[in-house]
């Protein structure tokens, strides 16, 4: 069978799984939204601001270099072997950071906790692949590179093989006792977090990985049962922790420990209302990493009036007892009119903190000049400037590897948003008494403000918009189900970190949401068509494309992307942290100046 073949065959079954696969995917994250939060309140619920340059200065990141694969593979968004960065830092000394959770279970493949994973007992754990870290990554980014292997290739039947280095060893504690890391000691990690019920049974079945093959102690085969171009952004997922089977063993699972890896830190405690303590791992198979001799992670849980407040976290920083904190908006402000002096850094994911989406099933939803009359009337950025200080971006949600796949600011202002006079001509024939239903299934304070903006300049267009705050189990519901009740929906969705999983899941027809409960078979083309795209450039031209499409039918937008903010003290150094996929590697490249 020629290659071409193979690849319309795999494609093919693709789209017969898809539509099973992501329901199973989206019901977890689902039900999590109507309980405690995986981010555990943890990360700021809004995008910070940019600080100032005379406040907080951050170092501008210079291109991201890109290398070829010496062989075919059909994902863009791979480096290969691990980036070699010259080791200047200076060793010694401990690190506080602020952390709003306590963590009650140390399993990380049953737990659905990230402060688990991303500030916890799982940072002494390894992963397959992760994401690249540093001042020469432009955000938001998925590149990846190799954490526990050293190289991959793609052979002829679209399996990838992996070669993992002879020289790692788990760290030196009953009952692993440093034994060396092998094949198998992946396939146990990967098979496990496949139990059924288990919050992440399905994250490789998502992205077509059906079987894990170990043909020798440092060789481990993949098999697909169909293409996805994103296919390794699951293996360099946060949650894909490497865990070993004598560990498990000792107990039955790993709910109380012991927690032992092959990562940089050694696990040394985790207390309620007090946080977790770290230390360096003197065999880490990366020489000179990490440079700190402990983290310490405080807990310091953020109070509610009714909006969460963490105010007590940013008096930790600025009365010294923290040196590093994740702020919101808000914080950010207190912070701003302080006399404290510290530096800042942002991270950008790009996912959707907020999506506005139409119902097209409705009378005025399924009306495309109402839709853009909608858009014309918006003006984006106006409300980010207004509410969210000028913070985080506007686009339609899509995550993406690298920032210039994603439409620039004017163009998407210019042609999609912010005129007035434009909307007033779409509804030139509209009946004004008939209602712009809209709800609002984000109770934050911003939020609410956003609702009233929104409302006043659908209003002055010509609209006569009712807007209605509904409950998250609501909002639950209009995704999995729909409800023709709303015209226009604005809140969160489940947090889904790859392109294929964002559109499959949301945006195409067949999928188990289909917010916007379209019958666009363009769309759906168009979406299809990117999926086993193995050439980046064409695939950058393709998510391009449809990123235009959707603004041009005005169908959805994201107001703000989800942004981790960042305050810390002075003489921290190399703090470039990138937390696409829960990533958490860049703490082993900080130092304290001395």
């Known amino acids: 069978m020629s290659f071409t073949n193979q690849l319309e065959n795999f494609s093919l079954q693709f789209l017969k799984w898809s539509r099973f696969l992501f329901a199973l995917a989206i019901l977890i994250p689902l039900l999590s939204c109507t309980g405690t939060q995986s981010e555990d309140l943890a990360p700021a619920s809004h995008p910070p601001p940019t600080p100032s340059p005379t406040t907080a200065p951050t170092k501008t990141p ?31 000394g401990t690190l506080t950071i602020a952390s709003s959770a306590d963590i009650d279970n140390f399993d990380v493949h049953r737990t659905h906790q990230k402060t688990l994973s991303t500030l916890g007992p799982g940072l002494v754990y390894s992963r397959l692949l992760r994401v690249q870290t540093g001042p020469r990554i432009s955000q938001p980014s998925l590149i990846l590179e190799c954490d526990l292997c050293l190289s991959w290739k793609l052979n002829s039947d679209f399996s990838y093989e992996f070669l993992l280095p002879s020289n790692i060893h788990w760290q030196n504690i009953h009952p ?43 060789s481990l085969k993949i098999k697909r049962a169909f293409l996805d171009t994103d296919v390794l952004l699951a293996l360099a997922d946060g949650r894909s922790k490497i865990v070993a089977p004598e560990a498990v063993k000792m107990y039955g699972d790993l709910s109380q420990g012991p927690v032992i890896g092959t990562g940089p830190w050694i696990w040394e405690s985790t207390e309620h209302g007090i946080g977790t303590k770290l230390s360096r791992n003197p065999d880490y198979f990366e020489a000179g990493l990490p440079y700190l001799d402990n983290l310490f992670i405080k807990t310091i849980k953020p109070t509610f009036d009714p909006y969460v407040n963490r105010t007590q976290q940013i008096a930790a920083f600025k009365t010294g007892l923290v040196d590093v904190i994740r702020v919101s908006s808000l914080g950010w402000n207190t912070l701003q009119s302080s006399t404290v002096e510290f530096n800042s850094y942002k991270s950008d994911s790009n996912s959707p903190n907020i999506l506005l989406w139409f119902n097209t099933r409705t009378d005025l ?65 509209h009946n004004d008494n008939q209602p712009l239903n809209i709800a609002i299934a984000d109770s934050s304070k911003e939020m609410l403000e956003y609702a009233k903006e929104i409302k006043e300049a659908l209003t002055r267009s010509g609209f006569n918009p009712t807007i209605r705050l509904i409950h998250p189990s609501h909002n639950i519901q209009i995704l999995t189900k729909g409800d023709d009740e709303f015209d226009l929906i604005i809140g969160q969705i489940p947090y889904i970190p790859s392109p294929n ?92 100046k001395s």
Not at 72 to 79: E, G, M, N, Q
Not at 401 to 417: A, E, V
């Open 501 to 592: 999983g964002f559109l499959l899941a949301f945006i195409h027809s067949d999928g188990p949401a289909n917010i916007l409960r379209h019958a666009d078979k363009k769309l759906d083309r168009m979406i299809e068509g990117q999926i086993a795209e193995g050439n980046p450039i064409t695939r950058k031209e393709k998510l391009l494309e449809l990123q235009q499409y959707l603004l041009e039918e005005a169908y959805l937008y994201s107001p703000v992307s989800d942004i981790t903010g960042w305050a810390f003290n002075w003489n921290l150094q190399d703090f470039y942290p990138n937390t696409a996929l829960s990533e958490s590697i860049f703490w082993t490249k900080v130092w304290l």
């Open 176 to 218: 692993l006792n440093g034994r060396r890391m092998v094949a198998s000691d992946l396939a146990y990690s990967y098979n496990r977090m496949e139990t059924e019920s288990w919050p992440y049974s399905t994250l490789f079945k998502d992205r077509g990985i059906s079987k894990f093959l170990t043909e020798s102690p440092t």
């Open 62 to 92: 210079l291109p991201t270099p890109r290398v070829a694969d010496p062989v075919r593979t059909d994902s863009p968004l791979i480096l290969g072997k691990r980036d070699q960065e010259k080791l200047t830092g200076q060793p010694g």
């Open 365 to 429: 939803g399924s009306n495309r000049r109402i839709r853009q009359a909608t858009f014309y009337s918006l003006d984006p950025w106006e409300s980010l400037h207004s509410i969210w200080k000028d913070l985080g971006s506007v686009n339609v949600g899509l995550p993406v590897s690298n920032p210039d796949w994603l439409l620039p600011k004017n163009s998407m202002r210019q042609k999609y948003f912010a005129n007035p006079s434009e909307a007033r001509k779409k509804l030139k024939n």
